[in-house]
T-cell receptor
Framework: LAKTTQPISMDSYEGQEVNITCSHN???????ITWYQQFPSQGPRFIIQ???TKVTNEVASLFIPADRKSSTLSLPRVSLSDTAVYYC?????????FGTGTRLQVFP | KAGVTQTPRYLIKTRGQQVTLSCSPI?????VSWYQQTPGQGLQFLFE???????NKGNFPGRFSGRQFSNSRSEMNVSTLELGDSALYLC????????????FGSGTRLTVV
């Protein structure tokens, strides 16, 4: 069963690129990786999803190495509004396993 | 398109009571899943329903149960409430398949006193 761990917190400044890594051992061949953003008193919001290699959308990129034991969410040029908690999610055939969450603080 | 709607937003219950939470998915979404979020345990998966059938289940005691109706709306029930059940309960809906992600509601904040 996949277990997911993330750094507890990260600090950054506006305009910088932020990379948040999630470690997920024992990930199975068919498991997907998804990243979510959560603000206080709100539900998590979908950012990006991937299976392998690299995926990019209008807000982020997701890098997954060949062994798939980790994944990295990349946020280009963060702003103050990106201050939030970020979760990775491993979707298996019968369970959904969230990471521990990374609190990103962006400073001006 | 309306988002995922959870009711009520806030709830206070006494130990030993039971509670029912409601979730209305995005129109057209047929899969609904439930999660418990606490400061100590983070986000934990409770169960997932599709076409009125429970497809997957997390590691929670039998006091936690759910159901899904023919219109895809879902309810979650917790019986014999304990203080430790105080949490934010989140519901998410999706189309089946891994390529669509989950859309979450804003949650129901349950406080057990």
């Amino acid at each position: 069963l996949a277990k997911t761990t993330q750094p507890i917190s990260m600090d950054s400044y506006e305009g910088q690129e932020v990379n948040i890594t999630c470690s997920h051992n024992n990930i199975a061949t068919n498991d997907y990786i998804t990243w979510y953003q959560q603000f206080p008193s709100q539900g998590p919001r979908f950012i990006i999803q991937g299976y392998k290699t690299k995926v990019t959308n209008e807000v982020a990129s997701l890098f997954i190495p060949a062994d798939r034991k980790s994944s990295t969410l990349s946020l280009p040029r963060v702003s103050l509004s990106d201050t939030a908690v970020y979760y990775c999610l491993v979707t298996t055939t019968d369970k959904l396993i969230f990471g521990t969450g990374t609190r990103l603080q962006v400073f001006p | 398109k309306a988002g995922v709607t959870q009711t009520p937003r806030y709830l206070i219950k006494t130990r030993g009571q039971q509670v029912t939470l409601s979730c209305s998915p995005i129109s057209g979404h047929r899969s609904v899943s439930w999660y418990q979020q606490t400061p100590g345990q983070g986000l934990q998966f409770l169960f997932e329903y599709f076409s009125e059938t429970q497809r997957n289940k997390g590691n929670f005691p039998g006091r936690f149960s759910g159901r899904q109706f023919s219109n895809s709306r879902s309810e979650m029930n917790v019986s014999t409430l304990e203080l430790g059940d105080s949490a934010l309960y989140l519901c998410a809906s999706s189309e089946p398949g891994h390529n669509y992600g989950y859309t979450f509601g804003s949650g129901t904040r349950l406080t057990v006193v």
